[in-house]
């Protein structure tokens, strides 16, 4: 049996949540890991939950399932706090990132080690918006990319310029500030 660093990206359908996962899969995949990204929804509209996932391994994977428990979980949509058990999906000693400036969140949702960053301000910010919605998942995916100590920025930007097709400056710009200003919500 092999050992994964498995990550749970929650999201709203819109946000950029599976696509997240897949860059992060493919940064992953740069730095000489295997790594595999499982969307997971069915015929959803924007703003219903989606779920994606990531299996990160030194060893090849062949378990393609979705993650019941993760070592990081990415939410990209506070109010989704509200509706799931957040505490169910992690892992003993699992991390939580959450777009959100709000402090203390570790109490609020029973997970200890808790980090946050304003996603939805830095992407309004950068001008990264589908439908006047900001696109929050390149600041996620940077934020990720560092709690979870696995990417670095330069295999991130590496990763986005091969599957960003549009304003890919601005994208990298939102990963590196996700990745430089994502902090514990103590």
């Not at 996962?21 to 069915?42: M, S, T």
């Not at 330069?154 to 994208?171: G, H, M, P, Q, W």
């Amino acid at each position: 049996m092999y050992n994964t660093f498995d990550i749970i990206w929650l999201g709203r359908g819109g946000q950029g949540g599976v696509t997240a996962a897949r860059i992060f899969a493919q940064a992953a995949v740069h730095k000489g890991l295997y790594a595999l990204a499982i969307p997971f929804f069915g015929a959803e509209r924007r703003g219903a939950p989606v779920f994606a996932y990531n299996r990160v391994s030194r060893e090849v994977i062949r378990k393609r399932s979705r993650v019941k428990m993760g070592d990081l979980l990415v939410v990209l949509d506070p109010s989704l706090l509200e509706m799931y058990d957040i505490a169910k999906f992690l892992k003993n000693g699992g991390k939580v990132v959450v777009n959100s400036t709000v402090k203390d969140l570790h109490e609020k949702i029973g997970v200890k080690e808790v980090y946050c960053l304003d996603a939805s301000g830095m992407a309004t910010e950068i001008g990264l918006k589908l439908a006047g919605f900001p696109l929050v998942n390149m600041p996620m995916l940077g934020a990720a990319g560092r709690v979870s100590g696995m990417l670095d920025k330069d295999v991130l930007a590496r990763a986005v310029r091969e599957s960003i097709e549009r304003l890919v400056e601005k994208n990298i710009e939102a990963v590196n500030r996700g990745f430089d200003e994502v902090r514990r919500c103590v």
